[in-house]
């Protein structure tokens, strides 16, 4: 049989007809419900009045020093953590480039944020990450001069980017997160109870900006809810603004009672986003204790806690999580330089202060900076879990996860009944990942985008090449399925009729995934998203370093092993191996084996995500 091409095909434009939108909308709206579109319209209509702008207006100038003058001694670290912390210090760039290609003198509020081009990794320059890092180096080495290099970037930002103008002050949720870094720094120097005069005015600026679109916020049901009411609740904490802080306090444990199910699920089914929202909780309620503050109102407490377990359980034994749904590389107050591949200092601190239990990571370098100790409780790692979102398996060394429903929240991408499977460092069947929020594409919205976040991008049937989820927005799907749970897996219903039900059953090494069918279709096609390797079709599926795979069916099936696209990590996109399997109706029961190497035989396959 002659080798197959794995040259992936041209990314489709996924543009819709025009005069669909209107109608796509309308149903998506629909299915939000009338707290987020209501909430979004209230921010529309602010916007249309000037309420923010008028906000923003006169801001306060940023004079005197942000950070105190000297710096305490470092805690106890472990082995190598104090040299690894120092050789990044010296490796940050002198002169960052905080605009890129977006005005730093246009007004932040209304700002175009997508035609200049991707503002993701403008933003991530503006978290004060750098600042962080060399207020670790001045407690380590005092007389390296971190210190000052630390207030000197602090100065050169507030001089390129003026309060509220610019792509540093275009999006409250960025305000927070830089809130919760700059307070995170004026901790750990031993000057967050009396923040010099600078690092006062700059903390109310960020308040200020936090303040200007709270509707925003609120509409989004994701991150930007728990995020920015955190932002908040550090800068009246630091300001010493206790009604300020007791207001934010109860509003972002609200913004976790609705967005964090009581069995860790979260409202963006998506690991990197799970592990910003525990960051960003992580943080405050460091600080909260800290400062004496009074404990936040139930459920946060608990369903941080869920949270945490959940990440632990989706996270493989390297800190790095399964691609799935959206995120954007995010590490907030990344002490232990763990960086966006790898959570486990995340999953640790958060472990310790709300479960007061560890997940394993007694040495982290993070939870030593905060004080934390490490308690004797361990997180487990069940062989059958169930979430809001997710359902997991474990056996043999290796773990499965399936993304199931409910859908109360509006999903990132269409990835219904969608299976990962890992072994060890492989992730042998895989998801595409996030590639970027604004690529370099034509069309209205991106058509790279779309090819790793559609129905066809994922490890699921797809019914006469029509994704059951079209692309109402940028950020907004519609006509979502209808899904439930079975013993065993989940099912779903599309708009058009067409049903499938996902059953797994796991024998020591051997995965068996049965797809049952049903409805007015005429094809279906099933893709398998492989590993990179060198993989070789077989006349029932295709053979493997990484695993071997066998595809079975009621009906006569196509086997062709084809080229797919993957994005490893944010921006970043690149070919990989699938299997597409094809039957024409009245199929209706499609099994498919997954049969992995003997354990600590497998190759890994070349990245371990």
């Known amino acids: 049989m002659p080798a197959p091409s794995l040259i992936p095909d041209p990314i489709p434009d996924p543009t819709p007809d025009r005069r669909s939108r209107p109608l796509l909308r309308l149903d998506a709206a629909w299915r939000l419900g009338p707290r987020p579109v209501g909430l979004f319209l209230w921010h529309r209509a602010a916007m249309a009045l000037g309420v923010p702008a008028a906000r923003l207006r006169n801001p306060t100038a940023i004079e005197g020093p942000i950070l105190p003058p000297t710096a305490p001694p470092a805690p106890p670290l472990p082995e190598g953590e104090a040299a690894r912390l120092l050789r990044a210090a010296a490796a940050l760039p002198e002169a960052p480039d905080w605009h890129g290609p977006f005005d730093p003198t246009a007004p932040a509020i209304g700002m175009d944020l997508f035609r200049p ?34 207030e ?11 309060a509220f103008r610019g792509p540093a002050w275009a999006c409250g949720q960025e305000a927070a997160l830089r809130a919760l870094t700059l307070a995170l720094i004026l901790a750990l120097l031993d000057a967050d109870r009396g923040p010099p005069k600078g690092g006062r005015a700059l903390l109310g600026l960020l308040s200020r900006r936090i303040a200007a679109t709270p509707a925003y916020a609120a509409a989004q049901d994701n991150n930007h809810a728990i995020s920015e009411p955190a932002g908040s609740f550090a800068c009246a904490l630091l300001l010493g603004d206790q009604p300020g802080a007791a207001l934010a306090g109860r509003r972002l444990a609200a913004a976790v009672a609705r967005l964090v199910a009581p069995d860790g699920g979260f ?32 459920p ?8 945490a377990a959940w990440l632990h359980r989706v ?14 590389g995010s590490a907030l107050a990344d002490l232990g330089l763990h960086g966006p591949a790898d959570a486990r200092g995340s999953v640790e601190r958060a472990a310790r202060l709300f479960a007061d239990a560890s997940s394993g990571a007694m040495d982290d370098a993070g939870a030593a900076w905060l004080g934390l100790p490490c308690p004797a409780a361990r997180l487990d790692r069940p062989a059958r879990w169930v979430a809001a979102g997710t359902m997991g398996w474990r056996a043999g060394g290796a773990t499965a996860l399936l993304r199931t429903g409910p859908l109360r929240f509006r999903p990132a991408q269409s990835d219904l009944l969608h299976l990962t499977l890992r072994d060890g460092a492989t992730t042998v069947l895989r998801d595409g990942g996030t590639g970027s929020y604004n690529p370099p594409s034509p069309g209205w919205w ?20 029509q994704d059951p989820m079209p692309r109402a927005g940028r950020f907004l799907l519609a006509r979502w399925p209808r899904l439930g749970p079975l013993p065993d897996g989940a099912w779903r219903r599309d708009s058009t009729g067409n049903s499938h039900d996902r059953r797994l059953v796991v024998d020591g090494r051997c995965w068996m995934i049965e797809d ?8 279906v096609a099933l893709h398998w998203r492989l590993c990179p390797g060198d993989w070789r079709l077989t006349d029932d599926g295709v053979a493997g370093p990484a695993a071997t795979l066998r595809v079975t069916a009621d009906a006569p099936l196509s086997l062709r092993l084809a ?47």
């Open 117 to 150: 081009g991707d503002v993701r990794p403008v933003w991530e320059r503006h978290r004060f990450a750098d600042v962080l890092l060399l207020a670790q180096g001045a407690r380590i080495d005092p007389a390296g001069g971190h210190l000052a290099r630390a």
């Open 152 to 162: 000197a970037l602090l100065h050169g930002w507030a001089a390129a980017n003026p």
């Open 267 to 298: 409202a963006q089914v998506s690991a990197g986003y799970a592990r910003l929202a525990l960051d960003t909780l992580s943080v405050a309620e460091w600080l909260r204790r800290r400062h004496g503050a009074p404990p936040f109102p139930a």
């Open 300 to 307: 946060l407490p608990a369903r941080a806690a869920a949270l």
């Open 315 to 328: 996270v493989a034994a390297d800190g790095t999580g399964p691609a799935l749904g959206v995120e954007d």
């Open 446 to 465: 991106p058509g790279w985008w779309d090819a790793i976040a559609g129905a066809a991008a994922h490890n699921a049937p797809v019914f006469d090449g």
């Open 516 to 523: 049952l069918l049903s409805g007015p279709f005429r094809q």
């Open 563 to 609: 080229g797919g696209w993957e994005s490893p990590a944010y921006g970043a996109l690149r070919p990989v191996p699938l299997l597409v399997v094809t039957a024409a109706a009245p199929v209706s029961r499609i099994v498919t084996a997954v049969m992995l190497p003997p354990a600590g035989r497998q190759e890994d396959a070349p990245d371990a995500a």
